[in-house]
């Protein structure tokens, strides 16, 4: 599966960012979706996922209550929905797909997208 995230961009703290991530090539529904963030110096970490129905989400500790994942199957399309960004929320974003795994271990997602930056300014 091809992934392509869009819809980073730089906004003050406490605005608002929605990522899109268009998927394409095989059948989007067989697969459970997360998004991660690698800020520069550091290592790629989990930001949330979402099953392949669409429902119990997981989410980081970090942005609990703040991030909202969703998923829109008949669209092929997964969205992060980022609210009360703060300036250590600044990275760049990847959408993932995974066949069997549901869970925060980057290394068990097969697809990824290229990254969208996101930068929030203080």
């Known amino acids: 599966v091809q992934l392509q995230a869009s819809g980073g961009g730089l906004v003050q703290a406490g605005g608002s960012l929605r990522l899109s991530c268009a998927a394409s090539?095989?059948?989007?529904?067989?697969?459970?979706m997360g998004w991660f963030r690698q800020a520069p110096g550091k290592e790629r970490e989990f930001v949330a996922a979402?099953?392949?129905?669409?429902?119990?989400?997981d989410y980081a500790y970090s942005v609990k209550g703040r991030i909202t994942i969703s998923r829109d199957n008949a669209k092929n399309m997964v969205y992060l929905q980022m609210n009360s960004l703060k300036p250590e929320d600044t990275a760049v974003y990847y959408c993932?797909?995974?066949?069997?795994?549901?869970?925060?271990?980057?290394?068990?997602?097969?697809?990824w997208g290229q990254g969208t930056q996101v930068t929030i300014s203080s």
């Open positions: 993932a797909a995974a066949s069997y795994y549901f869970g925060d271990y980057p290394a068990r997602y097969e697809y």
């Open positions: 090539g095989r059948t989007f529904s067989n697969y459970h």
């Open positions: 979402i099953s392949r129905s669409g429902g119990t989400p």
